[in-house]
C-alpha cells in the first residue's frame, strides 16, 4: 500500500517536473486543447441555438382545422377531445367564429370598413400543435378523416423545410466535431512527440535498468492530464466569456428579435463534456507519443 503511494507520488512529481522543464512544449499543447476545444464549443452553442430557433419555428406551424358548417356550437366543441387524441398532436385549441372575426378585423386599422361583417361569415376552427414536425403530413391526413372536420390546412413545404435544417445542422456538426477531434488528437500526439524525442536518451537508460512500460509511461500519462485539464479548464473559462459577450452584441443588434440560449443552461453539459475531451486528448495523445520509444 505505502509502495503504490509512493510511486503515484512519483508520477504525479514526475509529470509536474516534466511540464515545468519542457515549458514552451506544455504550453504549446495547452493553446492546442484550447483552440480545438474553443472551435468545437462554438460549433456546439451555434448548433444548439439553431436548433432552439428552429423549434421555435416548428412550435408556430401549427395545423389549422375547420369545423364543418353542418355542426352546431356543442358539436363543434365535442370534436376537440376527438383531434386531441389523433397520434402525433400534443394540444388543440378551439376558435369561435367570434374570435376569428375579431382576429380578422384586428389585421386592419380601419375597423369601419368591416361593420357589417357578421360571425357567421367565419367557421369554427381549432389550431392544433403537433409533436414531432416530421410527422405533420401524416397528421395532416389522419385530421382530414375526422367525422366533422371540413377541411385541414397546414404548411407542409415550410415543416419539410424546417426538418431538412435540423437534420443538416446537426449531420455538420458531428462531422466537424469529428474532424476537430481528430486534428486535435494528431497535433498533441506530435507536440509531445517532440517532447519525448529530447527525453528519448533518458527513456533508453530506464529501459537498460529494467524498468517496465508502466512506470516509464505514467509520468507521461499524468503530464498529459494534467496538460489536458489545464486546457479544458482554460478553454471552458474563455468559450463561457466570448459566448457573453457575443450574446450580448446579437441582443443589442437585433433589438430582442433572436434569443440565444443562456449558456447557464449547459454550463454543466459543456463542462463535463471539455473536461473529457481535453483529459482524453491529453491522456490519449501522451500514450500514442510514447508508442514508439517503448517498442522492444
Not at 494528431?186 to 517532440?194: E, H, P, R, W
Request: charge should be neutral; proline fraction near 1%.
Amino acid at each position: 500500500m505505502k509502495l503504490s503511494r509512493n510511486r503515484t507520488g512519483y508520477y504525479i512529481k514526475e509529470g509536474v517536473s516534466s511540464i515545468f522543464t519542457h515549458g514552451l512544449m506544455s504550453f504549446a499543447s495547452v493553446c492546442i486543447i484550447v483552440a480545438f476545444l474553443v472551435i468545437m464549443g462554438s460549433f456546439v452553442l451555434i448548433a444548439l441555438n439553431i436548433n432552439a430557433l428552429v423549434g421555435e419555428l416548428e412550435s408556430e406551424n401549427i395545423i389549422l382545422v375547420y369545423v364543418h358548417e353542418g355542426l352546431s356550437d356543442s358539436e363543434a366543441r365535442a370534436l376537440g377531445p376527438v383531434l386531441r387524441s389523433t397520434p402525433n398532436v400534443t394540444d388543440v385549441m378551439f376558435i369561435t367564429r367570434e374570435t376569428a372575426m375579431d382576429s380578422f378585423i384586428g389585421r386592419y386599422e380601419d375597423r369601419e370598413r368591416f361593420k357589417d361583417v357578421e360571425p357567421s361569415w367565419f367557421r369554427h376552427r381549432y389550431e392544433v400543435y403537433v409533436d414531432d414536425v416530421a410527422r405533420i403530413a401524416e397528421t395532416h391526413l389522419a385530421l382530414s378523416t375526422v367525422y366533422g372536420v371540413g377541411n385541414v390546412t397546414a404548411n407542409l413545404r415550410v415543416a419539410q423545410m424546417l426538418v431538412s435544417m435540423r437534420n443538416i445542422v446537426s449531420v455538420v456538426s458531428i462531422v466537424i466535431a469529428g474532424v476537430l477531434l481528430a486534428i486535435a488528437l494528431f497535433i498533441m500526439s506530435n507536440t509531445i512527440k517532440l517532447a519525448t524525442f529530447e527525453r528519448r536518451e533518458e527513456i533508453s537508460i530506464m529501459r537498460m535498468v529494467g524498468a517496465t512500460n508502466s512506470f516509464i509511461r505514467w509520468p507521461f500519462i499524468c503530464e498529459g492530464f494534467i496538460l489536458g485539464t489545464v486546457g479544458s479548464m482554460s478553454s471552458f473559462t474563455l468559450l463561457w466569456a466570448l459566448y457573453r459577450v457575443a450574446a450580448d452584441r446579437v441582443i443589442d443588434f437585433e433589438m430582442g428579435l433572436i434569443t440565444l440560449i443562456s449558456f447557464s443552461n449547459v454550463s454543466w453539459a459543456m463542462f463535463i463534456l471539455f473536461a473529457a475531451i481535453g483529459v482524453g486528448v491529453g491522456v490519449g495523445g501522451s500514450g500514442m507519443a510514447l508508442n514508439k520509444y517503448l517498442k522492444v
